[in-house]
C-alpha cells in the first residue's frame, strides 16, 4: 500500500530557517514526480512547484521561485521542502503530493504540515 | 498562471444533481485533457476523485463524473448525499506546471 507521511506541526518565529519532510512508502520513489501545495488559512490550494525525483529537476511556481526550495533524498524515499528565512505569510497547511511520471493527476497526498510563523 | 475559476458555492438537497464549472483558459484547460478534481474535506487532505476529464480511480463513486467544453471543465455528483458536502477544487495541467481552481464549497441542505 503506498502511503505518504509529512512531518509534523512547526511554530517557529519570523526569520528562522525550516525544513519540512514528506516520505514515500510503498512504492519506488525514483518515478514519480512530489508536488507541494499550499492552503493558507481558510483559503485554496496553490502549487509551490514540482520535483521529479529521478533527476531532480524543479519547477517553481512563479510566486515561490527563490522563497523555498525543494530537495529529495532518493536514499530514504523522502522529499524536503525548505525555508531560509519564514515570515509571518507563511502561515499555512502544506501538503505533498506523489504522481508516477506519466501521469497527470496526484494519486497520493501526505497528511499536511501545518507551520505557524510568529512571534 | 491564475487560478481558474470556480463557483464560491454550490448547495442541492439530498438525492438531487449538481454541476460545479471550471473556467480556464486555452493554456490549461482548454490546451490538455488533463483536468482532474480534487475533494477536501474539513481538515483532510485532498482525494482525486476524477482525471483526465471524465476518468473516475478505483473506489471512487459512480455518482461523480467530469466533461470538458473548450476552456470549461464541469463536474457532476448525482444523487447527492450528505457526506458529499465538501470543498471541491479543479486542477488542470498547462504545459509544465499546474493550476488549481479556485475552489467550490458544496452544501448538502
Known amino acids: 500500500e503506498v502511503q505518504v507521511v509529512q512531518s509534523g506541526a512547526e511554530v517557529k518565529n519570523p526569520e528562522e530557517s525550516l525544513k519540512i519532510s514528506c516520505q514515500g512508502s510503498?512504492?519506488?520513489?525514483?518515478?514519480?514526480?512530489i508536488g507541494w501545495v499550499r492552503q493558507m488559512p481558510g483559503q485554496g490550494l496553490e502549487w509551490m512547484g514540482l520535483f521529479y525525483v529521478a533527476n531532480f529537476a524543479t519547477i517553481y511556481s512563479p510566486p515561490f521561485q527563490g522563497q523555498v526550495t525543494m530537495s529529495a533524498d532518493r536514499s530514504t524515499n523522502t522529499a524536503y521542502l525548505q525555508w531560509s528565512s519564514l515570515k509571518a505569510s507563511d502561515t499555512a497547511m502544506y501538503y505533498c503530493?506523489?504522481?508516477?511520471?506519466?501521469?497527470?493527476?496526484?494519486?497520493?497526498w501526505g497528511q499536511g504540515t501545518l507551520i505557524t510563523v510568529s512571534s | 498562471q491564475s487560478a481558474l475559476t470556480q463557483p464560491a458555492s454550490v448547495s442541492g438537497s439530498p438525492g438531487q444533481s449538481i454541476t460545479i464549472s471550471c473556467t480556464g483558459t486555452?493554456?490549461?484547460?482548454?490546451?490538455?485533457?488533463?483536468v482532474s478534481w480534487y475533494q477536501q474535506h474539513p481538515g483532510k487532505a485532498p482525494q482525486v476523485i476524477i482525471y483526465d476529464v471524465s476518468n473516475r480511480p478505483s473506489g471512487v463513486s459512480n455518482r461523480f463524473s467530469g466533461s470538458k467544453s473548450g476552456n470549461t471543465a464541469s463536474l457532476t455528483i448525482s444523487g447527492l448525499q450528505a457526506e458529499d458536502e465538501a470543498d471541491y477544487y479543479c486542477?488542470?495541467?498547462?504545459?509544465?506546471?499546474?493550476?488549481f481552481g479556485t475552489g467550490t464549497k458544496v452544501t448538502v441542505l
Open positions: 503530493a506523489a504522481t508516477r511520471n506519466g501521469n497527470f493527476r496526484w494519486d497520493y
Open positions: 510503498g512504492y519506488s520513489f525514483t518515478n514519480y514526480w
Open positions: 486542477d488542470s495541467y498547462a504545459g509544465s506546471l499546474y493550476v
Open positions: 486555452s493554456s490549461d484547460v482548454g490546451a490538455y485533457n488533463y
